[in-house]
């Protein structure tokens, strides 16, 4: 089975967009998005989180059973978080 | 097929190959690596035992005579660490699973040898961790570690005691990668996934659920000692966290371990049935997929363990109705199991006693799981001996039988030698009734409201406490005889031949012991499994010695 090489160039690119993004959650820290505070984290979280799984841990070049694998696995996430959200989201209904 | 033998003309098998501590305690032979789990286990079932000897002696009477609460908090919480981590988890996993899945699907050798070793020595490690904790003093926040006491307020060791917990999961993740990627890429020729052996699918299952849940629970303890040494708000109300936060993210993991530990006995029951009924099994293609379903399932129901944790009564509803769905699948097995024996010709060797056990009590198990799932009910009996009951005869009933039967079952091709028949039939049936008498009587002082966790109760429950400390002491003497019996096999048994039941599979189809890497050859695989004829009787425990060929055992060997 042949092996994808990743070029070294990808990986600094990556490397420096990880940086680049690290400093970028600092510095929105500093400004007051009111609710969307936790929002924007998050979101630059997920995306740094999704660089790092694509092209260090090599996913994006890798056969099919591996992504399928990483898929489930999030959707495994999904649950913990979906139900546990159940209960903290209706916690209030019965007033 | 050729054997090899040494130079005394002795037949050549992976006990005596090689010589030597060294040879052992460096081995990367899954055979190997199964006999030393199996020694790591029993030690811990052992002391996990103990722990239970202590709490059922203190139970006999009424008042707190034996130890002082705070002992007695420290000996349930250390069973149920010692029981649930560091016995129930790896039993029949690393024992039978490790011995029996190379062997099964026609491979040398597990998919990563070095990793299955690491995994055994990890195991260790987590064990000392845990004990050296038990030696210090012990821990006494209950196995499940509830924040925000575990976290604040108790002074006992939590940190170490999690930690070893904490270890210990990553030798079941390496196992159950171990496992998959076995199960993926090693099957011999011809042997499908439809061909494979259920107890394969059983392990293939259960190593889902593995990776699946042992990261959260890792990182649940991660959390609970920065709460506890940072002082980082997470589940400490007072430091701004949620102490429900901690249950939804234990029993996340929790619950699903419940089916960690009965998954692999139901795989062992299936194969039980169908090499003791003379049939091939009753709706495989279901069994296999109940499974599957239940791994799946399992992982949706784990808020019935917080019907009274202030969780959202609507979140409840969820989980309840979620929970009873995973009856379905464990509904399809015990049916399908039955339907297998329907018109089979049934042996009631010591195995079989011990697959009717699980049935029986895994169903009383089960049932009484779907009461708890009801909300209602479960609001009566919520933390009390009702609760104990129900999971020891999941656990116990279920899990413990399956473990004893397959190693009833396998232990001739394990060791290549027989244990006495009568005795063996003599454990099983004094195991059956001691657990009955122990932990039936626990029911109806559930349900007459006795809690679960206290040293001292009213007198009016002793009589129901005394028959459940007396049968402890029957189940005790029962899981003695199979210990002695099976040390002394190994030297003074009658040698097994490569099939004592007359079984198909293709870990009887090579010697008893198997030779170091398994087979001569590689077999090729062109049938289903369980090729049973009708008519075939069984190899039973009275003709041990004397293999009964079926057609598919005469076919291989002429092949070899």
Do not use: C
Not at chain 1, 53 to 72: A, C, D, G, Q, W
Not at chain 2, 10 to 37: C, E, M, P, Q
Not at chain 2, 519 to 530: G, K, S
């Amino acid at each position: 089975m042949s092996e994808h090489v990743t070029s070294i160039t990808t990986y600094l690119v990556i490397f420096f967009a990880l940086l680049v993004l690290t400093g970028v959650t600092v510095g929105v820290a500093y400004v007051d998005l009111g609710p969307l505070n936790d929002v924007v984290a998050m979101a630059i979280a997920v995306f740094k989180a999704s660089l790092v799984v694509l092209f260090f841990m090599h996913v994006k070049n890798s056969r099919r059973m591996t992504k399928i694998t990483v898929v489930s696995s999030l959707f495994w996430l999904l649950i913990l978080f979906g139900l546990t959200l159940s209960d903290y989201w209706t916690r209030g209904f019965l007033g | 097929m050729s054997e090899s033998v040494d130079t005394f003309g002795r037949r050549l098998h992976y006990l005596n190959a090689d010589f030597g501590v060294k040879s052992w305690l460096l081995t990367r032979d899954h055979k190997r690596i199964a006999l030393l789990y199996l020694i790591s286990i029993t030690i811990f079932f052992a002391l996990g035992g103990l722990m239970a000897v202590g709490i059922r002696l203190e139970l006999a009477t009424p008042q707190g005579d034996l130890v002082q609460p705070d002992t007695y908090n420290r000996l349930f919480t250390m069973h149920g660490v010692l029981m649930i981590f560091f016995f129930l988890i790896p039993s029949i996993p690393a024992v039978l699973g490790n011995f029996l899945i190379p062997l099964m699907i026609g491979a040398k050798d597990l998919a990563f040898p070095k990793l299955n070793l690491a995994s055994w020595y990890i195991y260790n490690i987590a064990g000392f961790f845990t004990l050296w904790a038990v030696a210090q003093g012990g821990v006494d926040t209950g196995w499940t570690f509830y924040t925000p006491y575990s976290t604040t307020y108790s002074n006992s060791y939590v940190i170490a005691t999690a930690l070893g917990v904490f270890i210990s999961g990553f030798s079941s993740i390496l196992t159950a990668v171990n496992f998959i990627v076995t199960i993926h890429r090693m099957r011999a020729p011809g042997l499908t996934w439809f061909r494979l052996p259920l107890f394969i699918w059983a392990h293939y299952a259960t190593s889902l659920v593995i990776i699946l849940g042992t990261p959260v629970i890792a990182v649940t303890i991660l959390m609970v000692a920065a709460e506890r040494l940072l002082h980082i708000g997470i589940f400490d109300p007072a430091l701004g966290g949620d102490p429900v936060l901690f249950q939804h993210l234990f029993w996340f993991y929790s619950h699903p371990a419940v089916y960690i530990m009965i998954l692999p006995s139901m795989g062992v029951v299936s194969e039980l049935i169908a090499a003791f009924t003379r049939k091939r099994i009753f709706g495989y293609k279901f069994i296999a997929g109940a499974s599957v379903a239940i791994a799946v399932l399992g992982f949706l129901v784990w808020g019935h363990h917080m019907f009274l944790s202030s969780q959202s009564v609507y979140a409840g509803m969820v989980f309840s109705v979620l929970s009873m769905l995973v009856a379905v699948p464990s509904a399809i097995k015990v049916f399908n199991w039955i339907a297998t024996m329907y018109k089979g010709s049934v042996s009631w060797d010591t195995p079989m006693l011990y697959a009717m056990g699980f049935i029986g009590l895994f169903t009383i198990g089960g049932l009484t799981g779907v009461m708890l799932a009801t909300l209602g009910i479960d609001i009566h009996v919520h933390d009390t001996y009702f609760v104990v009951a129900h999971f020891h005869y999941v656990m116990v009933g279920g899990a413990i039988m399956g473990y004893l039967g397959g190693l009833h079952f396998w232990w001739p091709k394990m060791t290549g030698r027989l244990y006495p028949v009568f005795w063996s039939k003599f454990a099983a049936i004094i195991i059956f009734v001691g657990f009955n008498l122990t932990f039936f009587p626990q029911f109806l002082l559930g349900y007459l409201g006795m809690p679960r966790r206290y040293h001292v109760y009213p007198a009016d429950f002793q009589v129901l406490n005394v028959m459940s400390s007396a049968g402890a002491t029957v189940l005790g003497v029962g899981y003695l005889i199979p210990l002695v019996y099976f040390v002394w096999s190994m030297r003074y048994g009658k040698r097994a031949d490569r099939n004592p039941w007359g079984a198909i599979g293709l870990e009887w189809n090579t010697g008893s012991p198997p030779p170091q890497h398994n087979f001569h050859e590689i077999p090729t695989v062109d049938w289903d499994a369980y090729g049973y004829l009708p008519d075939t009787p069984a190899g039973t425990g009275e003709s041990w010695g004397i293999a009964v060929p079926t057609q598919r055992q005469d076919r291989t060997q002429d092949d070899g």
